[in-house]
């Protein structure tokens, strides 16, 4: 008989399957029949709404219908024969069932670190698959108790949720999120650039450093101290020189003061530690601990680290971190690598590390750290560290895709070492594409090894890679503004900042081949250029993928026609981002004078044409929020900027300008650029209408130019090219060379003056 049911629990003895949504389901078989209502270390609310499923039940078995999913019991001990989920669809012509056990192959989550991996590393999974369902275990995670401790479980149980979401990915990493707790609104600066380095700073050399970058005009927001700050000479019967609490004086004699100086120069500051060999005799806060935890003074007893031990945890905080943090530490670098075993069987250290340091610093600061990934929830920690990365292409290579994929498990706040840490050879280039593809990084911290050949001060480049350094950098906090409420949409929306391409295409199979561009934020599509530029042509080749409709680049404006794939060639100074018709991306203008937690005197909202949008754009100072809002009516040509909210928080002399690309006078004659800029305090209209013709003979005569080829062969070209006009000409006239890497070069140019 088949039951209607609008209440979400079906159970047995030793049996419970919980109904969370239509396309999400909680199995548990316990042979004690004891159930865990309470919330996990990956799993916090299972209070979903209910809604209508149909059951069948008989003495021997049970059967599940939703309009996602039929779910088949022998009401016995789960397995393969007796637990089985068929999924209402069809993708693949096989894989549309899952049988208790199976490993699913997914589109992959994350993993813990890229610590000494060269180039490309195997994932964990995540939570959505091409074949449309995903399985999370959640029978090993640690029991979270009322007051936040970790609780072992006390039989072997199973407790797995079953992602049945087909391709509506977002869904699915929604009620993910719904399930496991949203991402934190991490701080404002902490989208700003990071200046890190494995080095034996002083306080005067660092502070010149600053000084150096300030008067380079290249912004930094957050000041990163890897462990020289503490000291390092420590005798030998106390071991590792890794583990340290006290300040070098040799290197800062005066701490508070070097630190209040940093913060006078509007910089935040994180301190690495590395708390493997816990509190020994030799440190300042030796006193306070040993006093605490009554360990024997005379025989130098260390604090052995343990975070399972109550005492331990409120003398790692109380006496350690606070006095540290009273002095001007912002938040913490949390250097882990010494596995996951606790004194706790199945605990990992790891995960109580990011929990403990997270709900600490958020009680007394900004919530923040930068730890290592600890498993499905941590992105309730951030920020990720990624690890030690060795320096080469094949490193670059992987960490578009690893980064976009980790949204695949909610883990959207990954920081990488941008330009790599350590080994490989000096390459400039490389240096500079890395730092490129950190503009478009969640996290932008550059950081390399302690070699003194090895740091990634942009006056350290020749001319063209210093300026391209530099611009990169400038650019990442013109897009502040942009970042900030990406990072809010994240919070509250469970919309990552970098999302892969099938997030929003999940039925093309292009979204699922061109696994290193992605979407930044809700406006912006990246490519990052990850590959030597050829020494012959002087470009750097992609290969993409654009998506239907009209795509614009970002910098330049000009318009590729979507639904493509072709190959795309930047120079050493140039990169792949494209706006879709119609984005809107706020930026700020004076860089240099605002605050990295402050807001924009000047915003300079980047407009592209062809569509109807808003962009909501969020800012906040201290909780106090104010919406600004562009209304961009391309159909009627007008623009309309107003605010709601809190705006006392907003600049006195808050300026809007609006730069709108590939447009031109509505009688047809050019503007400069093909861009129309004005200032506006409420609406303007618009007096132009999108180029309709893209004239590129400059870029194909520098296509032309920059290779080293024959003049010859130069020559021929450029006045074949000048006798067609129609493009298949074009690319015949081309081809005639026989030059592949010059027939794509300018099939490129031909494609856009075509678009």
């Keep these: 008989m088949v039951k209607a049911s609008s209440k979400n629990k079906i159970m047995g003895d030793n049996y419970r ?8 389901i909680r199995m548990e078989y316990s042979k004690s029949g004891c159930f865990i209502n309470q919330k996990t270390q990956v799993v916090l609310d299972r209070n979903f709404p209910e809604f209508e499923f149909d059951f069948v039940e008989s003495e021997n078995s049970l059967e599940i219908y939703t309009d996602y999913f039929h779910l088949s019991y022998d009401k016995q001990e789960f397995t393969s024969q007796g637990l089985t989920i068929d999924m209402k669809s069809n993708f693949t012509d096989y894989n549309n069932k899952w049988f208790y056990g199976e490993v699913v192959d997914t589109l992959k989550g994350t993993t813990r670190t890229l610590d ?45 949720y079953f992602f049945g979401y087909q391709h509506q ?152 971190h606070h006095p540290l943090e009273d002095q001007g530490v912002d938040f913490w670098w949390i250097d882990w690598q010494q596995g996951n075993q606790s004194k706790e069987n199945g605990l990992d250290p790891l995960w109580l590390l990011n929990q403990y340091h997270f709900e600490d610093i958020a009680e007394r ?48 706040w990954w920081s990488h070492d941008i330009g790599g840490h350590m080994k490989g050879i000096r390459n400039d280039e490389l240096t500079l594409r890395w730092m490129q593809f950190g503009t478009f990084s969640p996290i932008n ?40 409420t990406a990072n809010i949409e994240t919070h509250e929306n469970g919309d990552a900042l970098i999302r892969p391409l099938y997030y929003e295409y999940p039925e093309e199979t292009q979204a699922y081949e061109y696994q290193n561009q992605y979407f930044f934020g809700s406006q912006l599509l990246v490519v990052p250029i990850v590959h030597e530029t050829s020494k012959t042509y002087k470009f750097a080749k992609e290969d993409i993928w654009l998506p239907e409709g009209n795509w614009y680049d970002y910098h330049t404006g000009r318009r590729y026609e979507g639904n493509t794939e072709l190959s795309i060639f930047r120079k050493i100074n140039e990169t792949a981002v494209f706006a879709k018709s119609g984005a809107i991306i706020p930026t700020d203008l004076k860089i240099m004078e605002t605050n990295p937690d402050g807001l924009p005197e000047v915003l300079n909202w980047k407009v592209f044409p062809g569509a109807n949008n808003t962009f909501e754009m969020v800012e906040e ?3 106090r ?16 900027i107003e605010s709601s909210g809190e705006k006392e928080i907003l600049p006195a002399n808050r300026q809007h300008k609006i730069t709108l690309y590939c447009v031109e006078n509505q009688d047809g004659s050019k503007l400069a650029n093909d861009m129309f800029c004005v200032e506006i305090s409420d609406q303007v209209h618009l007096p132009v209408n999108e180029v309709d013709k893209q004239s590129m003979d400059e870029m194909i005569f520098e296509r032309i130019d920059l ?47 075509e678009s």
Excluded at 17 to 24: D, G, N, S, V
Excluded at 625 to 640: A, V
Excluded at 723 to 747: G, P, Q
């Design 707 to 753: 290779p080293d080829i024959s003049y010859d062969v130069k020559n021929q070209l450029w006045e074949s090219l000048n006798r067609e006009s129609i493009f298949a000409k074009k690319i015949n006239s081309v081809k005639k060379f026989k030059d592949s890497m010059l027939t794509d070069m300018l099939f490129e140019v031909f494609y856009i003056e």
């Design 169 to 320: 990915y977002k869904n699915a990493l929604h009620d993910f999120y719904k399930l496991t707790g949203p991402t934190p609104v991490i701080p404002r600066y902490a989208l700003g650039n990071w200046w890190s380095r494995f080095w034996a700073y002083t306080d005067e050399s660092y502070l010149a450093l600053m000084d150096r970058f300030k008067s380079e005009e290249i912004p930094l927001a957050v000041s990163v101290l890897d462990m020289d700050w503490h000291i390092r000479d420590v005798p030998e019967r106390f071991g590792s020189e890794w583990t340290g609490y006290s300040w070098n004086k040799n290197l800062f004699p005066e701490p508070e003061k070097f630190l209040e100086q940093l913060h006078n120069r509007g910089l935040k500051i994180t301190l690495n530690v590395h708390p493997a060999d816990g509190i020994r005799a030799f440190e300042d806060c030796y006193p306070a601990v040993s006093k605490r935890l009554k360990l024997n003074v005379l025989l130098e007893e260390p604090a052995e680290f343990d975070m399972t031990d109550d005492s331990f945890v409120e003398s790692y905080f109380v006496d350690v």
């Design 625 to 640: 929020r104010c919406i600004t809002k562009l209304i961009l009516d391309w159909n009627n040509r007008k623009i309309l």
């Design 621 to 623: 100072v201290k909780g």
């Design 116 to 160: 000494n991996i060269n180039g490309s590393t195997d994932l964990d999974e995540g939570i959505i698959s091409e074949q449309g369902y995903a399985v999370l275990d959640d029978s090993n995670s640690f029991i979270v108790a009322e007051d936040g401790k970790a609780i072992p479980r006390t039989d072997n149980d199973v407790d797995i």
């Design 445 to 484: 911290r550059l950081h390399s090894s302690s070699s003194p050949f090895n740091s990634k001060e942009p006056w350290n480049f020749s001319g063209e890679i210093f300026l391209s350094m530099k611009e990169a950098l400038r650019e990442r906090h013109r897009l502040l503004p942009y970042l900030y």
């Design 17 to 24: 399957f919980t109904l969370l949504t239509p396309c999400l």
């Design 365 to 412: 600061k900004d919530g923040l750290i930068l730890s290592r990934y600890a498993g499905p929830g941590s992105h309730r920690y951030p920020i990720g560290f990624s690890g030690d990365t060795i320096i080469s292409w094949e490193s670059l290579q992987f960490q578009p895709y690893f980064t976009s994929t980790a949204s695949n498990i909610g883990y959207t």
